[in-house]
């Protein structure tokens, strides 16, 4: 399992929410290229940045934010209001090591299977979508975690899986930015459904100890965030472990 540290974006900022609230933010002193260079300066080499003002709609950030991330040579997961095939063409054209696809893919049904069509014959491109999930009581959430959709959380994972898609990334919205713990119960419910799926966890993790925890089932990565910011896992650590994890990303 690897260890993916993560940038949130709002307005410009590098911040952190708790539960997706807007509203409980946490801004930290640190610009977003200055982060980036952080995290590559300590032998990282794969980030996951999340443009919130993106989730909501509004493209502000994108401009200044595509400049700084052409800039580094680490791979990128990225995400954050993709809307368009046409989005996630030029984003993984540009050079973007994966792209986030949330919302469209869940309110609009063509979606999904228009990008599986567009992808067919490019089977990296297919394997560098990641399908976002975001749950909170296992009800999925979308547009910034502001909506709920009425598809049921295995009923959607088995609709992507039908079309392709097989690496999701998970957050269960309880967990995000409280350091209380990662949704251990919830990604062995869906590993017990889907044992095939490539599954990048998220939310919650506040130290090495739910790491280790996390470990001991067949999840790809995790996304680490704020317990990076608050100082409960050094970029060293985080270093030292991927190291002996690189065949599982």
């Known amino acids: ?16 929410l708790r539960e997706g609230d807007y ?27 999340i443009d919130l003002n993106g989730a909501k709609g509004d ?4 401009k200044s934010l595509f400049e700084i991330i052409k800039k580094t040579e ?16 030029n984003l993984l054209d540009a050079g973007i090591h994966r792209v986030i696809v949330g919302t469209q ?5 063509d979606f999904l299977p228009q990008l599986s069509e567009a992808f067919a014959k490019k089977h990296d491109y297919a394997n560098r ?21 009425p598809i049921k959380l295995m009923d959607y994972v088995d609709k992507c899986l039908s079309l392709g898609f097989f690496r999701f990334l998970c957050t ?10 990662a949704a251990v119960e919830l990604y062995k419910k869906l590993l017990e459904h889907s044992p095939m799926i490539k599954l990048i966890a998220s939310g919650g993790v506040s130290s090495m100890d739910d790491i280790y925890e996390l470990a001991k089932y067949p999840i790809r990565s995790v996304v680490v965030g704020k317990a990076i910011y608050e100082d409960r896992i050094t970029i060293e650590e985080i270093k030292e472990w991927n190291l002996k994890a690189l065949s599982s990303i």
């Open 74 to 89: 680490m791979k990128v997961q990225y995400g954050g209001g993709i809307r368009t095939i046409e989005q996630v063409t």
């Open 59 to 62: 493209f502000s950030n994108q």
């Open 129 to 149: 979508i990641v399908i976002a999930i975001d749950v909170l009581d296992e009800v999925i959430k979308y547009s910034g975690w502001m909506e709920s959709s």
């Open 23 to 49: 509203n409980q933010k946490t801004e930290y002193d640190v610009s977003i290229a200055e982060m980036i260079e952080k995290y590559r300066s300590n032998g990282t080499d794969f980030i996951h940045i």
């Open 105 to 109: 893919a869940i309110t609009n049904p």
């Open 172 to 181: 269960d919205i309880s967990k995000d930015g409280k350091l209380g713990g």
């Open 1 to 16: 399992m690897y260890i993916i540290p993560a940038i949130d974006i709002l307005d410009g900022k590098v911040v952190r």
